[in-house]
């Protein structure tokens, strides 16, 4: 049971509760009785209130321990994403994601448009994302990403191999890709050395964590 079921389910008792308190109480416009009748009606409904009320603790206190329990389960979630960092950029109304081993080493405009640039602390894998892009120079690569965007978010829907030979020269791999929404228009390059780990995880996660 996910927690906004727990709320609701909290909440459609508490409701039931009161309706019901509210409803055993005499009408005010009801004959005046007996003092034993009315000894008799008040204890039975004292009684009925307090039974009520016990059932409703013990509720609250099984959706309570629900929701204690979830809240724990979530834990290992939320401790994950400690190792990200989310970029925002308010003016192009963007977000993304991006492991905490890189950092950003530029975040302004240049030639060819607005550059942000992600560097990795542990060697010298890059990521860069260029945002209306106009007038650089070729890139080169030997994968290419292409790319569907939906609801304001990116997604990865081919991925191809293309001959390098600068990336052979370099002994590096490299990830290309770019497309053009109804908003603006995005590119993204990454590369990493062949001598180390693959890094093209890295430039999954930025491209689809990838908000606008």
């Not at 990336?167 to 770019?178: H, L, R």
């Amino acid at each position: 049971m996910n927690t906004k079921t727990i709320y609701i389910i909290l909440a459609i008792v508490l409701v039931g509760a009161l309706s019901y308190y509210f409803l055993s109480q005499p009408a005010t416009n009801q004959l005046p009785a007996s003092d034993d009748a009315n000894s008799s009606v008040s204890d039975e409904a004292q009684d009925d209130s307090s039974d009520v009320i016990e059932n409703l603790q013990n509720q609250i206190n099984d959706l309570q321990e629900q929701l204690s329990s979830k809240d724990q389960q979530s834990g290992s979630s939320v401790s994950n994403s400690n190792d990200y960092e989310t970029y925002t950029n308010s003016e192009f109304g963007i977000s993304f994601d991006y492991p905490n081993s890189y950092k950003v080493t530029r975040d302004e405009e240049g030639l060819g448009g607005w550059r942000i640039s992600l560097e990795r602390i542990d060697d010298s894998s890059t990521i860069m994302l260029v945002i209306n892009p106009d007038g650089f120079g070729p890139i080169w690569a030997n994968i290419k990403y292409y790319l569907s965007y939906d609801y304001g978010t990116l997604s990865i829907v081919n991925r191809t191999i293309q001959e390098c030979e600068y990336c052979d020269d370099e002994n590096k791999d490299s990830v290309v890709a770019s497309i053009q929404t109804n908003k603006d228009s995005y590119f993204f390059n990454s590369s990493w050395p062949r001598s180390g780990a693959s890094r093209e995880q890295d430039t999954k996660t930025v491209i689809e964590s990838f908000k606008f």
